[in-house]
């Protein structure tokens, strides 16, 4: 009986792990074929990507973000570092487009939840690999992860992060602090936001080696992490660190005042904006503190007295990592793409608890009651997700972009100077255009009559990135739609041409 029991978790496991895998990667395959035209443009994008393609077309690691900004004409050191100068690797070797932008971010994120699929199997779970990838498959986070931003890289440098802090739990050496280090401080040096996570990892790394009397060559493998990382963002701020700082201070404090709005209404606006999504993610938020706060609770006790094994400690560093994500996501309730940092660890944490008290064991009324409420909580957020595929294949069979290339190209001039907004700053750059977008924060920036313009029809009609008189003054070249063929959008855009006395 014994034997057939563990031939059949046996066979659990290995039909559950695979099955896994396939669905996270089919996921992303359909995502990485349509990313070019779905989701449409942010503006954040240029605010991230635009200092690479400067780059790359010999003016210099530059994005002028404001005007007011300092060091704004000689340095780019308004966020991490890190994400920025990949994609200088990344368009040098892929080239300058839409889609190539937005992969890494992509690649990461489904690359943190393949890793934490193969957490969960190596902890010898049967069916939580499958329960995480459904739930998770069904979250917000997978659109987030579709924008060109750092997000999703960031989430992967934690996750690595996560794993060498069970790593250092079952074999607390050199090696390990050293390389939790690394990617706790590379988490960081891609996203700021993810200080919470790096705060956490090296207290319980710190914790453990004080248990384990070895603090002192554990403090300075984890120094030395730490120096390596530092290095490596002091090179990509070319070793300006107080005027990057002071750079950093403003984009900080602009931030600050432009969102100085309560926490009740930025909670608000962000339920608004997750539309179908907000149930599941209010689910997660409920269970996240209700039962991870004592789950920890109880570990961190075990773990002061007589210590736990290395399968309770996992338990213990998720529920840790879970209420980290929701601090993080507290404090930036205002954008939805912080739910990336925060899902992925009640997610796993469900998955493992529906196992253990609703999938293996005689469930109990109280398991089941809470499983059936997360799960219909689940179901509009995954449905929605559903919806957005079908959007996808209209909007990637309909935005096809070679006739305002095209136009372009052939209305302006070989090397002459052309500014606009930043929602169409890769079209510009698609068409190998002397393109540079006008400052992220709109302030009506002006430009020499010798400048060409190619403005969104929303910054045509009603300019706040230029001078209204830049706008009015100039000859309309073309004034249509991006996308002619588009049935379901309308993105429309005019081209200014110079202006002639």
């Not at 396939?22 to 990507?49: C, V, W």
């Not at 109280?366 to 929605?384: D, K, T």
């Not at 079209?427 to 190619?454: C, D, I, K, M």
Request: glycine content about 6%.
């Amino acid at each position: 009986m014994v034997r057939q029991a563990e031939s059949r978790t046996y066979w659990q496991r290995a039909v559950a792990f695979p099955a896994s895998l396939a669905m996270l990667i089919g996921s992303f395959i359909f995502f990485a074929i349509f990313i070019g035209r779905y989701p449409l443009p942010y503006k954040d994008e240029p605010f991230f990507n635009y200092p690479a393609i400067s780059f790359l077309r010999g003016h210099g690691f530059l994005y002028i973000v404001s005007l007011k900004a300092p060091y704004a004409q000689t340095l780019w050191a308004y966020h991490g570092p890190f994400y920025p100068h990949l994609q200088v690797l990344v368009f040098r070797l892929f080239g300058i487009s839409q889609e190539v932008s937005r992969l890494p971010n992509l690649i990461a994120g489904y690359s943190a939840a393949c890793l934490m699929v193969c957490l969960l199997w190596r902890e010898r779970y049967r069916f939580a690999p499958l329960v995480f990838v459904i739930l998770w498959l069904g979250d917000r986070s997978t659109q987030e992860l579709q924008y060109a931003r750092m997000d999703g890289l960031a989430l992967l440098m934690v996750v690595f992060s996560f794993i060498m802090v069970n790593r250092f739990y079952s074999v607390p050496n050199r090696r390990n602090a050293f390389c939790g280090a690394i990617f706790g401080a590379s988490a960081v040096a891609f996203h700021p936001g993810t200080g919470l996570f790096l705060i956490l990892s090296a207290s319980l790394l710190c914790f453990i080696a004080y248990k384990r009397k070895c603090l002192l060559r554990t403090s300075i493998s984890y120094g030395a992490g730490l120096a390596i990382v530092t290095l490596l963002v002091l090179m990509c701020i070319h070793f300006h660190p107080i005027e990057a700082l002071q750079q950093l201070r403003w984009n900080l404090q602009y931030n600050y005042l432009k969102d100085s709005t309560t926490l009740k209404s930025q909670w608000t606006n962000l339920l608004g904006v997750l539309r179908w999504s907000k149930w599941f993610f209010l689910a997660l938020v409920a269970f996240t503190a209700i039962a991870a706060l004592p789950i920890a609770s109880i570990e961190l006790r075990k773990l002061r007295r007589e210590g736990i094994d290395s399968k309770s400690f996992f338990r213990l560093s998720l529920t840790l990592f879970a209420v980290a994500g929701l601090a993080c996501l507290v404090t930036k309730a205002v954008y939805p793409y912080y739910i990336i940092y925060f899902s992925i660890w009640p997610i796993a944490l469900l998955a493992m608890e529906a196992e253990q008290r609703v999938l293996v064991k005689r469930p109990a009324v109280l398991p089941i009651a809470i499983a059936a409420i997360l799960f219909v909580a689940w179901l509009p957020s995954a449905g929605w997700n559903a919806l957005r595929m079908r959007e996808e294949v209209r909007y990637r069979n309909e935005l096809k972009d070679n006739y305002i290339l095209g136009r372009l190209k052939e209305s302006v001039p070989p090397g002459a100077e052309i500014f606009g907004d930043p929602l169409t700053y890769m079209l510009g750059a698609e068409a190998n255009l002397n393109f540079t977008p006008a400052p992220y924060v709109a302030e009506h920036f002006r430009v020499s009559q010798t400048t060409w313009l190619f403005l969104s029809k929303k910054e045509y009609a009603n300019p706040t990135y230029f001078f209204e008189s830049d706008v009015r003054n100039r000859p309309v070249v073309f004034c249509s739609s991006a996308f002619p063929g588009a049935k379901i959008l309308e993105f429309g855009v005019c081209l200014l041409g110079p202006l002639v006395k």
